[in-house]
Protein backbone atom coordinates (compact mmCIF):
# COMPACT_ATOMS: atom_id res chain seq x y z
CA UNK A 1 0.00 0.00 0.00
CA UNK A 2 1.39 3.55 -0.78
CA UNK A 3 2.07 6.12 1.91
CA UNK A 4 -0.25 8.63 3.06
CA UNK A 5 0.98 12.46 3.25
CA UNK A 6 -0.88 12.71 6.32
CA UNK A 7 0.33 10.13 8.23
CA UNK A 8 3.73 10.83 10.43
CA UNK A 9 6.76 8.57 9.71
CA UNK A 10 6.37 5.22 11.87
CA UNK A 11 3.09 5.89 12.72
CA UNK A 12 0.91 2.45 13.62
CA UNK A 13 -1.08 1.54 10.76
CA UNK A 14 -2.90 -1.14 13.02
CA UNK A 15 -3.73 1.28 15.10
CA UNK A 16 -5.08 3.86 13.02
CA UNK A 17 -7.50 1.31 11.67
CA UNK A 18 -8.49 0.45 15.26
CA UNK A 19 -9.29 3.90 15.98
CA UNK A 20 -11.17 4.25 12.90
CA UNK A 21 -9.04 6.99 11.54
CA UNK A 22 -8.43 4.59 8.75
CA UNK A 23 -10.56 2.40 7.09
CA UNK A 24 -10.13 -1.55 6.93
CA UNK A 25 -8.57 -1.16 3.41
CA UNK A 26 -6.26 1.59 4.99
CA UNK A 27 -8.12 4.59 3.63
CA UNK A 28 -8.46 8.19 4.94
CA UNK A 29 -12.09 9.56 4.63
CA UNK A 30 -13.07 13.25 4.97
CA UNK A 31 -13.97 13.03 8.29
CA UNK A 32 -11.10 11.26 9.56
CA UNK A 33 -8.40 13.23 7.99
CA UNK A 34 -10.18 16.65 9.94
CA UNK A 35 -9.90 14.26 13.24
CA UNK A 36 -6.24 13.20 12.12
CA UNK A 37 -5.20 16.72 11.94
CA UNK A 38 -6.90 17.74 15.02
CA UNK A 39 -4.90 15.18 16.79
CA UNK A 40 -1.68 15.83 15.15
CA UNK A 41 -2.01 19.83 15.71
CA UNK A 42 -2.10 18.79 19.46
CA UNK A 43 0.72 16.88 19.36
CA UNK A 44 2.81 19.48 17.82
CA UNK A 45 1.47 21.83 20.74
CA UNK A 46 2.43 18.84 23.49
CA UNK A 47 5.69 17.07 22.06
CA UNK A 48 7.79 19.86 23.26
CA UNK A 49 6.32 19.56 26.62
CA UNK A 50 6.79 15.86 26.79
CA UNK A 51 10.31 16.56 25.41
CA UNK A 52 11.38 19.33 27.94
CA UNK A 53 10.05 16.76 30.93
CA UNK A 54 12.32 13.99 29.75
CA UNK A 55 15.84 16.17 29.64
CA UNK A 56 15.09 17.43 33.00
CA UNK A 57 13.80 14.25 34.58
CA UNK A 58 14.86 11.21 32.41
CA UNK A 59 11.20 10.47 33.18
CA UNK A 60 7.87 10.90 32.23
CA UNK A 61 4.18 10.44 33.91
CA UNK A 62 0.98 11.68 31.20
CA UNK A 63 -2.32 11.26 32.55
CA UNK A 64 -5.41 11.71 29.77
CA UNK A 65 -8.38 13.06 32.04
CA UNK A 66 -11.87 11.73 30.63
CA UNK A 67 -10.25 10.01 27.96
CA UNK A 68 -13.12 9.09 26.08
CA UNK A 69 -11.81 6.30 23.63
CA UNK A 70 -8.16 7.77 24.41
CA UNK A 71 -7.86 9.11 20.92
CA UNK A 72 -5.29 11.05 22.09
CA UNK A 73 -3.28 8.71 24.55
CA UNK A 74 -3.02 6.38 21.79
CA UNK A 75 -1.89 8.56 19.55
CA UNK A 76 0.76 10.34 22.17
CA UNK A 77 1.98 7.34 22.68
CA UNK A 78 2.34 5.70 19.14
CA UNK A 79 4.66 9.06 17.89
CA UNK A 80 6.47 9.72 21.43
CA UNK A 81 6.07 6.97 24.22
CA UNK A 82 6.62 3.80 21.69
CA UNK A 83 10.23 4.03 21.14
CA UNK A 84 11.12 5.34 24.34
CA UNK A 85 12.01 3.08 27.40
CA UNK A 86 10.78 5.68 29.57
CA UNK A 87 7.32 7.20 30.32
CA UNK A 88 3.90 6.37 31.71
CA UNK A 89 0.48 7.16 30.36
CA UNK A 90 -2.50 6.91 32.08
CA UNK A 91 -5.85 7.02 30.71
CA UNK A 92 -8.64 8.08 32.99
CA UNK A 93 -12.00 7.77 32.62
CA UNK A 94 -15.85 6.58 34.00
CA UNK A 95 -17.14 4.92 30.97
CA UNK A 96 -16.38 1.45 32.15
CA UNK A 97 -17.04 0.07 28.44
CA UNK A 98 -14.18 2.30 27.39
CA UNK A 99 -11.84 1.69 29.55
CA UNK A 100 -12.36 -2.36 28.34
CA UNK A 101 -11.92 -1.35 24.76
CA UNK A 102 -8.69 0.85 25.38
CA UNK A 103 -7.67 -2.03 27.91
CA UNK A 104 -8.21 -4.61 24.64
CA UNK A 105 -6.21 -2.58 22.31
CA UNK A 106 -3.37 -1.45 24.50
CA UNK A 107 -2.44 -5.06 25.00
CA UNK A 108 -3.34 -5.89 21.12
CA UNK A 109 -0.31 -3.49 20.13
CA UNK A 110 1.49 -4.18 23.09
CA UNK A 111 1.47 -0.69 24.39
CA UNK A 112 2.61 -1.88 27.65
CA UNK A 113 3.36 1.31 29.53
CA UNK A 114 -0.49 2.63 29.08
CA UNK A 115 -2.52 1.73 31.98
CA UNK A 116 -6.42 2.70 32.01
CA UNK A 117 -8.37 3.40 35.24
CA UNK A 118 -12.27 3.12 35.81
CA UNK A 119 -12.21 6.29 37.93
CA UNK A 120 -14.24 9.68 38.99
CA UNK A 121 -12.40 12.67 39.46
CA UNK A 122 -11.92 12.44 43.17
CA UNK A 123 -11.31 8.84 42.79
CA UNK A 124 -8.15 9.59 40.52
CA UNK A 125 -7.22 12.18 42.47
CA UNK A 126 -7.21 9.50 46.14
CA UNK A 127 -6.17 6.69 43.95
CA UNK A 128 -2.89 4.60 44.72
CA UNK A 129 -3.28 3.40 41.14
CA UNK A 130 -2.15 6.79 40.12
CA UNK A 131 1.60 8.62 40.97
CA UNK A 132 1.10 11.59 43.65
CA UNK A 133 2.68 13.88 41.04
CA UNK A 134 1.70 13.67 37.16
CA UNK A 135 4.02 15.46 35.24
CA UNK A 136 1.24 16.70 31.74
CA UNK A 137 -2.08 16.34 32.28
CA UNK A 138 -4.19 16.28 28.76
CA UNK A 139 -8.17 16.73 28.35
CA UNK A 140 -9.10 16.62 24.57
CA UNK A 141 -12.95 17.88 24.07
CA UNK A 142 -14.01 16.62 27.60
CA UNK A 143 -17.34 17.94 27.66
CA UNK A 144 -18.63 20.38 30.18
CA UNK A 145 -17.71 20.22 33.97
CA UNK A 146 -14.90 17.36 32.88
CA UNK A 147 -12.60 19.99 31.39
CA UNK A 148 -13.03 21.28 35.29
CA UNK A 149 -12.29 17.62 36.49
CA UNK A 150 -9.28 17.20 34.26
CA UNK A 151 -8.36 20.89 36.15
CA UNK A 152 -8.71 19.56 39.67
CA UNK A 153 -6.74 16.77 39.01
CA UNK A 154 -4.03 18.63 37.68
CA UNK A 155 -3.67 21.04 40.41
CA UNK A 156 -3.98 18.25 42.85
CA UNK A 157 -1.18 16.01 41.14
CA UNK A 158 0.94 19.36 40.77
CA UNK A 159 1.58 19.14 36.73
CA UNK A 160 3.93 21.21 35.44
CA UNK A 161 2.18 21.01 32.13
CA UNK A 162 -1.96 20.95 31.60
CA UNK A 163 -3.29 20.79 28.03
CA UNK A 164 -6.76 21.49 27.64
CA UNK A 165 -9.17 21.29 24.76
CA UNK A 166 -12.61 22.32 26.29
CA UNK A 167 -15.69 20.91 24.83
CA UNK A 168 -19.70 22.20 25.03
CA UNK A 169 -20.62 23.66 28.32
CA UNK A 170 -23.55 24.81 29.65
CA UNK A 171 -23.12 25.50 33.55
CA UNK A 172 -22.21 28.53 33.44
CA UNK A 173 -24.70 29.72 30.73
CA UNK A 174 -27.74 27.81 32.96
CA UNK A 175 -26.18 29.81 35.69
CA UNK A 176 -26.55 33.00 33.96
CA UNK A 177 -29.73 32.46 32.53
CA UNK A 178 -31.14 31.83 36.18
CA UNK A 179 -30.24 34.55 37.40
CA UNK A 180 -31.11 36.80 34.60
CA UNK A 181 -33.71 39.24 36.10
CA UNK A 182 -31.29 39.78 39.23
CA UNK A 183 -28.68 40.33 37.22
CA UNK A 184 -30.78 42.89 34.54
CA UNK A 185 -31.19 45.00 38.13
CA UNK A 186 -27.76 44.53 39.67
CA UNK A 187 -25.60 45.31 36.85
CA UNK A 188 -25.98 46.66 33.01
CA UNK A 189 -23.20 44.23 31.83
CA UNK A 190 -26.09 41.77 31.84
CA UNK A 191 -27.09 43.00 28.69
CA UNK A 192 -23.90 41.08 27.39
CA UNK A 193 -26.39 37.74 28.47
CA UNK A 194 -29.64 38.88 27.69
CA UNK A 195 -30.63 37.46 24.60
CA UNK A 196 -30.36 33.47 24.77
CA UNK A 197 -28.00 32.95 22.23
CA UNK A 198 -25.57 35.71 24.02
CA UNK A 199 -26.27 33.28 27.06
CA UNK A 200 -25.05 30.29 25.60
CA UNK A 201 -22.06 32.31 23.89
CA UNK A 202 -21.07 34.56 26.53
CA UNK A 203 -21.45 32.24 29.05
CA UNK A 204 -19.13 29.02 27.15
CA UNK A 205 -16.30 31.93 26.39
CA UNK A 206 -17.03 33.13 29.73
CA UNK A 207 -16.34 29.70 31.29
CA UNK A 208 -13.03 29.55 29.64
CA UNK A 209 -11.89 32.94 31.16
CA UNK A 210 -12.56 31.75 34.51
CA UNK A 211 -10.62 28.76 33.73
CA UNK A 212 -7.47 30.74 32.96
CA UNK A 213 -7.90 33.03 35.81
CA UNK A 214 -8.28 30.02 38.22
CA UNK A 215 -5.50 28.53 36.48
CA UNK A 216 -3.03 31.78 37.33
CA UNK A 217 -4.30 32.10 40.33
CA UNK A 218 -2.52 28.48 41.03
CA UNK A 219 0.50 29.69 39.81
CA UNK A 220 0.54 28.75 36.13
CA UNK A 221 1.69 30.80 33.19
CA UNK A 222 -1.24 30.78 30.72
CA UNK A 223 -1.21 30.52 27.00
CA UNK A 224 -4.93 30.82 24.65
CA UNK A 225 -4.49 29.59 21.17
CA UNK A 226 -6.61 27.93 18.73
CA UNK A 227 -5.99 24.47 18.08
CA UNK A 228 -6.82 23.99 13.99
CA UNK A 229 -8.78 26.31 11.65
CA UNK A 230 -12.46 27.05 12.65
CA UNK A 231 -13.87 24.94 9.19
CA UNK A 232 -12.37 21.99 11.01
CA UNK A 233 -13.81 22.03 14.48
CA UNK A 234 -15.96 24.75 16.65
CA UNK A 235 -15.10 23.45 19.50
CA UNK A 236 -11.07 24.71 18.99
CA UNK A 237 -9.78 26.63 22.04
CA UNK A 238 -6.89 25.61 23.13
CA UNK A 239 -5.10 26.01 26.81
CA UNK A 240 -1.80 25.37 27.72
CA UNK A 241 -0.54 26.00 31.73
CA UNK A 242 2.77 25.57 32.72
CA UNK A 243 3.63 25.74 36.61
CA UNK A 244 5.57 27.80 38.16
CA UNK A 245 6.99 27.01 41.95
CA UNK A 246 6.10 29.55 45.05
CA UNK A 247 9.27 31.58 43.78
CA UNK A 248 7.83 32.58 40.60
CA UNK A 249 10.12 30.09 38.96
CA UNK A 250 8.55 27.13 36.61
CA UNK A 251 8.37 23.77 37.37
CA UNK A 252 12.04 23.32 36.22
CA UNK A 253 13.97 26.41 38.62
CA UNK A 254 13.98 28.51 35.75
CA UNK A 255 11.92 32.01 35.98
CA UNK A 256 9.65 32.74 33.37
CA UNK A 257 9.49 36.24 33.36
CA UNK A 258 12.61 37.09 34.69
CA UNK A 259 11.18 39.52 37.04
CA UNK A 260 10.80 39.67 41.09
CA UNK A 261 9.63 36.33 42.60
CA UNK A 262 7.50 38.41 44.41
CA UNK A 263 5.88 40.00 41.56
CA UNK A 264 5.03 37.02 40.23
CA UNK A 265 3.24 35.49 43.40
CA UNK A 266 1.43 39.12 43.37
CA UNK A 267 0.31 38.47 39.93
CA UNK A 268 -1.21 34.73 41.23
CA UNK A 269 -3.14 36.95 43.98
CA UNK A 270 -4.46 39.27 41.49
CA UNK A 271 -5.54 36.19 39.27
CA UNK A 272 -7.45 35.28 42.20
CA UNK A 273 -8.82 38.36 42.86
CA UNK A 274 -9.94 39.23 39.40
CA UNK A 275 -11.40 35.61 39.18
CA UNK A 276 -13.37 36.52 42.57
CA UNK A 277 -14.73 39.88 41.17
CA UNK A 278 -15.93 38.57 37.60
CA UNK A 279 -18.09 36.22 40.16
CA UNK A 280 -19.32 38.64 42.00
CA UNK A 281 -19.98 40.99 39.68
CA UNK A 282 -22.03 38.39 37.37
CA UNK A 283 -24.05 37.00 39.64
CA UNK A 284 -21.97 33.49 39.42
CA UNK A 285 -21.35 33.26 43.62
CA UNK A 286 -22.97 30.09 43.43
CA UNK A 287 -19.67 28.67 40.99
CA UNK A 288 -17.05 29.81 43.63
CA UNK A 289 -15.91 26.29 45.13
CA UNK A 290 -15.91 25.02 41.11
CA UNK A 291 -13.81 28.10 40.56
CA UNK A 292 -11.81 29.12 43.82
CA UNK A 293 -10.03 26.60 46.40
Given at each position: ??P???????Q??????????????G?????????L???????????????E???R???????????G????????????????E??????????????????????????????F?????E???????????I???????A?N???D???????????K??VL????Q???A??????K????????L????R??I???E?????T?V??????E??G??????????????????????????????????????????????????????????????????????????
Amino acid sequence: MPPIPEIKPNQSIELLKALHILTRDGKLNQDSRRKLKQVYHLFHFIEPLLEEVLTRTKNLTLADHGAGKSYLGFILYDLFLKSREVGQLYGIETRTELIEKSQALAAQLKFSRMTFLNLSVEESIRSTQLPQQIDVVTALHACNTATDDAIKFALHKHAKFIVLVPCCQAEVATLLNKNKNQSLSKTALSEIWRHPIHTREFGSHLTNVLRCLQLESHGYQVTVTELVGWEHSMKNELIIASRKDETGANSFGENYTGENPTAENSFAKKARQRLEFILQELNLEALRERFIY
